[in-house]
């Protein structure tokens, strides 16, 4: 692999390079097709849980309510991110192509983060409504109606695309000082805007976008929960306050699901702790891979609405008897 970065990569110059060097995984470039079956099993995977969850939503009026709203939008940015993220893994699996245009990693980029915020955001605005829903309940219907949750989706939408859609533009304009060698196997912009030249105004701006948006978004979640969890510590009964705390458990994981990985890369690159490449992608491969994986899982198990509807509508229907 090292020898294929000194062949490869581009020199340094002043200018945006035709092309980008991705890095696959550290000892599978010599066998590409042992993680293709995977990677395609996860995408397949994820694409009928999530496609499971958006058919029962969308066919069974009992679900139109804002929590499974919210979990409608999750499971689109689930499929969304998973299927932006596949080209260049699928490149690199299944042909050992490590070097992609740059309007091709550009438009990746855009579609990993705008998924990526959104699937944020929803998770923000999932904390938010199980948040009302236990320390406000007389309240909840009056405060989430269905004008509160347009706007809810508005502003998720322009977080998505308003903010973002500029990145592309400005990265694509931005002198670039450095070998273009990412140190992922997709496009990220933080990754693409660290190449840029030192003072390129563009690069500060692509990232204070990121950083306002995955960085605020925790604290807030957590926010919520530490409101959660005062108001279930004034509960006197205990099958209550266990009711109540499971209403959280789906959504909690989840959370943590996205987060834990996504602040433990944050952390080894500010802190430039000396781990493995192994290590720094497999992190990466699980913060962007798993929780579509496994959010259709935790939702369809841990909520009996939705699980109980699946199961109706999976069993054959049975046919009365003419008399």
Same mark, same amino acid.
């Given at each position: 692999?090292?020898?294929?970065?000194?062949?490869?990569?581009?020199?340094?110059?002043?200018?945006?390079?035709?092309?980008? *060097? *991705?890095?696959?995984?550290? /000892?599978?470039?010599?066998?590409?097709?042992?993680?293709?079956?995977?990677?395609?099993?996860?995408?397949?995977?994820?694409? =009928? /849980?999530?496609?499971?969850?958006?058919?029962?939503?969308? $066919?069974?009026?009992? *679900?139109?309510?804002?929590?499974?709203?919210? =979990?409608?939008?999750?499971?689109?940015?689930?499929?969304?991110?998973?299927?932006?993220?596949?080209?260049? $893994?699928?490149?690199?699996?299944?042909?050992?192509?490590?070097?992609?245009?740059?309007?091709?990693?550009l438009l990746q980029m855009f579609?990993?983060?705008?998924?990526?915020?959104?699937?944020?955001?929803?998770?923000?605005?999932?904390? !938010?409504?199980?948040?009302?829903?236990?320390? &406000?309940?007389?309240?909840?219907?009056?405060?989430?109606?269905?004008?509160?949750?347009?706007?809810?989706?508005?502003?998720?939408?322009?977080?998505? @695309?308003?903010?973002?859609?500029?990145?592309?533009?400005?990265?694509?304009?931005?002198?670039?000082?450095?070998?273009?060698?990412?140190?992922?196997?997709?496009? $990220?912009?933080?990754?693409?805007?660290?190449?840029?030249?030192?003072?390129?105004? /563009?690069?500060?701006?692509?990232?204070?976008?990121? @950083?306002?948006v995955m960085g605020l978004d925790?604290?807030?979640?957590?926010?919520?929960?530490?409101?959660?969890?005062?108001?279930?510590?004034?509960?006197?009964?205990?099958?209550? &306050?266990?009711?109540?705390?499971?209403?959280?458990?789906?959504?909690?994981?989840?959370?943590?699901?996205?987060?834990?990985?996504?602040? $433990?890369?944050? *952390?080894?690159?500010?802190?430039?702790?000396? !781990?493995?490449?192994?290590?720094?992608?497999?992190?990466?491969?699980?913060?962007?891979?798993?929780?579509?994986?496994?959010?259709?899982?935790?939702?369809?198990?841990?909520?009996?609405?939705?699980?109980?509807?699946?199961?109706?509508? =999976?069993?054959?229907?049975?046919? /009365?008897?003419?008399?």
């Open positions: 692999m090292s020898t294929l970065l000194t062949q490869t990569a581009p020199n340094s110059s002043t200018s945006m390079a035709p092309t980008f *060097l *991705l890095v696959g995984m550290p /000892g599978l470039s010599g066998v590409p097709s042992w993680w293709t079956m995977p990677l395609i099993a996860v995408y397949l995977l994820s694409a =009928l /849980g999530n496609g499971t969850i958006l058919w029962i939503i969308a $066919l069974e009026p009992a *679900l139109h309510r804002p929590m499974h709203f919210f =979990l409608f939008l999750l499971s689109v940015s689930d499929i969304g991110l998973v299927t932006a993220l596949m080209p260049t $893994l699928l490149g690199l699996a299944l042909a050992d192509v490590h070097t992609v245009p740059a309007s091709a990693c579609f990993v983060h705008v998924f990526s915020v959104m699937e944020s955001s929803v998770l923000l605005a999932m904390s !938010i409504d199980r948040a009302l829903a236990i320390c &406000r309940p007389l309240h909840y219907s009056a405060l989430l109606t269905n004008g509160v949750i347009s706007k809810i989706s508005v502003a998720i939408a322009f977080r998505c @695309l308003g903010l973002h859609l500029p990145l592309p533009f400005l990265l694509a304009c931005m002198p670039y000082c450095r070998p273009q060698v990412l140190t992922h196997s997709y496009c $990220l912009h933080p990754d693409v805007a660290r190449l840029a030249c030192p003072g390129a105004w /563009g690069a500060a701006y692509s990232l204070s976008v990121v @950083l306002s925790p604290l807030l979640i957590f926010f919520s929960y530490g409101l959660i969890g005062k108001v279930l510590q004034g509960v006197e009964s205990r099958e209550d &306050r266990w009711k109540a705390g499971q209403t959280c458990v789906a959504h909690l994981s989840a959370v943590l699901l996205f987060y834990i990985p996504m602040i $433990l890369l944050a *952390l080894i690159s500010h802190l430039e702790l000396p !781990i493995t490449q192994h290590t720094h992608t497999l992190l990466s491969y699980v913060h962007f891979l798993l929780p579509p994986l496994i959010n259709p899982i935790l939702y369809s198990v841990k909520m009996k609405e939705i699980r109980e509807r699946i199961l109706n509508r =999976l069993q054959p229907r049975k046919m /009365g008897c003419a008399q």
